[in-house]
């Protein structure tokens, strides 16, 4: 882009002329529209999972689940502060439900995924459908699809919640709505969605109902077999060791329209090879220990449950001590609709 037009008295009457009638210059502001490469707000960023915990424990006393609606604590990026985003456009936030606690029934345009931390025996439920939720599982809720979380075992549970708030904020296409009752009805057998759909076999007559998963929960317990399965073969991407994508069986797509979901595994002592994408990623670690280095000079140390968070275009390495798994996801599936999303591997 061309340089910026140098300022003289005339130019800047002229602007403050036409300003009143709700016009501006292109030329002052293009070079900051039209940039040769992402320029974003969004910076690296870490959290501790036992600070997040420790000032979950607190909310816990001061607002009940039920009160709160969602008895949340956003994770904002450092460089969004006030506009609850943990990238420019994805929401991020840990949820407390303590035992004996319900989130009531409710729905929303905006797609969520839960992405268990810590604690089992609690459970949600996805339009008519409850689930357990145990760490590591992977949890989609559907637009307008109705849920509600409730905890009847002994000890807290704690889970990410990854939203596309802040698109469906910039598409001004949010609705929501309350059901009015703490817990909906259930109107399916539990884990039907994954026998039906998640087993390498689809409904012989099945017609496609959205742009989602018809599977809402991507347990663990397979995900990690897998994982231990393929890590035997011993073929590691420089980039990415063993690096898996959620897929919709029905599309082989994305499990969600607007956010892409990962895993992968990191043998102890892999080092990536640098690697850069334009989908800024929100990391979740939930097994091993490591360092990840991101753009020039910010270095996370790791452990599980702990967030960090990747900017679009930033080259980020990866260093496990001991064999790492780590979930993540991103706005990946509307950049590839859109065909704005771009990679670079290595240093090149
Ligand atoms: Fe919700």
Redo the contacts with the bound molecule.
Sequence with gaps: MSAHATDTPARRAFYERISTQNLAPLWTSMANLITPEPKSPCVPASWRFDAIRAAMIEAGGLITAKEAE?RVLVLENPGLRGQSKITTDLYAGVQMVLPGEVAPA?R?TQT?LRFVLEGEGAHTVVNGERTQMRPGDFII?PPMAW?DHGNESADAIYWLDGLDIPVVQFLDASFAEHMGEDAQPITRKPDDSAARFGANLLPVDHKRRGTFSPIFNYPYARTREALETMKRQGEWDPCHGLKMRYANPETGGHATATMGTFMQLLPAGFRTVAYRSTDATVMVPIEGRGRTHIGEDFTVHWGPKDVFVVPSWHRVRHEADEEAVLFSFSDRPIQEALGLFREDRGNG
């Design positions: 969602r409710h929303h969520a809720t849920h």
